[in-house]
């Protein structure tokens, strides 16, 4: 029989992981602010910095963390290809689809999101604890999956092209240079802007907005399902959270353009729009 969690969707209602916390097949990531998962989380979770999942070296921060960092930290994770992995974190998505990102990234695919992190588990009433759970390390091996990463060269070559959409998840004002965080503002040639917290429901403790809704709104946008999506921010932080959107609507083929605006622009030779 297989285990319970292996019918549990990508968008994971709170009320649902409640059920499921006494299942031995879970692992719960919490992304939160390291003070905020001391003072009360989600029974079982296991805190994971932020920063660990990036590689955090000047110009791209965001870029994916070597593979003896990744194996460091899955190891003492204590990952194992039959756990089935929750993310979440207290900012409605942006470290959650990251952390999605990097497991589809080493090839992990049980996984899951709880909708509205620690805002909607918090807000509603579930349960919360400051006990810290011990794991004992395990020796993991990972293989690299590249194919749901675009590089620079990468982005450079879908320009013009009409089965790809690269969705710009910042500011507007990010996106039209009048807020400049890099040697060069404005946005890449051709891409979409639609920010990440646009997807998001304020009203249903920041839960992604419905399908329904965001199709609409994307396709207006020249997204649709059958596209390429490549997401990117500008460290690949908020992007995470677009990452998880692409894929939850079910687009074709989604990708982190990790590097983002800070690799884009601080690069010399990238073209840019205003």
Not at 10 to 19: G, S, T, V
Not at 49 to 59: D, E, I, M, N, S
Not at 176 to 192: D, M, N, R
Request: proline share 8%.
């Amino acid at each position: 029989m297989m285990p319970n969690s292996a019918k549990l969707p990508l968008l994971l209602e709170p009320a649902i992981l409640e059920q499921h916390l006494n299942d031995p097949d879970l692992l719960i990531i919490d992304l939160c602010n390291t003070d905020r998962y001391r003072h009360g989380h989600i029974p079982g979770a296991i805190h994971v910095p932020p920063a660990y999942t990036q590689l955090g070296k000047p110009p791209a921060p965001g870029l994916l963390p070597t593979l003896d960092m990744l194996e460091h930290l899955f190891s003492q994770l204590a990952l194992t290809p039959e756990r089935h992995v929750v993310v979440y974190d207290d900012e409605g998505g942006g470290w959650a689809g990251r952390f999605i990102w990097i497991l589809d990234s080493i090839g992990h695919t049980r996984y899951s999101v709880v909708d509205g992190g620690m805002i909607a588990w918090e807000a509603e009433g579930h349960p919360l604890s400051a006990d810290i759970p011990e794991l004992t390390p395990t020796a993991v091996s990972l293989t690299l999956h590249p194919e749901v990463t675009a590089t620079l060269q990468d982005v450079m070559n879908t320009l013009n092209q009409n089965d790809t959409c690269i969705w710009d998840a910042r500011s507007a004002m990010e996106y039209h240079g009048q807020k400049v965080f890099a040697a060069k503002g404005g946005h890449i040639p051709g891409a979409a802007n639609f920010e990440w917290t646009m997807a998001m429901d304020p009203a249903n403790h920041y839960r992604m907005k419905s399908p329904e809704a965001l199709l609409k709104t994307l396709t207006g946008l020249g997204m649709t399902t059958d596209k390429q999506i490549v997401t990117h921010c500008h460290t690949h932080h908020r992007s995470g959270y677009t990452y998880l959107v692409a894929k939850a609507l079910g687009f074709a083929k989604v990708k982190a353009y990790a590097g983002s605006w800070s690799e884009w622009g601080n690069h010399p030779e990238t073209p840019v729009e205003i």
